[in-house]
């Protein structure tokens, strides 16, 4: 006899949490060593480029970093205490992509 599992739809909550382990350790060491050099108890802002390149170096790709989605930090961040905006250019707007950081 087979049996069914009943599952749940997830909860905001749990796909948060879900995140935080689904994003590889090296893109949270990566921001984290990032966040470090530039706070200074005021916002600040870290390029998306930097993150890329420094994530490449590490040894991964540009396509999987953004076909995963591994830069959608900011939710993860903001549980940690930090407010976090994405900004990048529109359609006529030419400058690059960047996290602001400012603490809560």
Do not use: C
């Not at 689904?22 to 480029?49: A, D, G, H, M």
């Not at 976090?84 to 996290?99: C, H, R």
């Amino acid at each position: 006899m087979v049996t069914s599992r009943h599952i749940l739809p997830i909860s905001p909550k749990e796909a948060l949490s879900s995140k935080v382990h689904y994003i590889p350790q090296i893109v949270i060491e990566t921001v984290n060593e990032l966040i470090v050099k530039e706070f200074n108890n005021r916002p600040f802002t870290i390029s998306q480029n930097t993150i890329v390149e420094k994530l490449i170096k590490s040894g991964m790709t540009r396509v999987e970093i953004f076909e995963n989605n591994y830069l959608d930090i900011e939710e993860i961040y903001s549980q940690q205490g930090w407010t976090v905006v994405y900004d990048s250019p529109g359609w006529n707007e030419n400058y690059d992509a960047v996290f602001k950081f400012s603490p809560k």
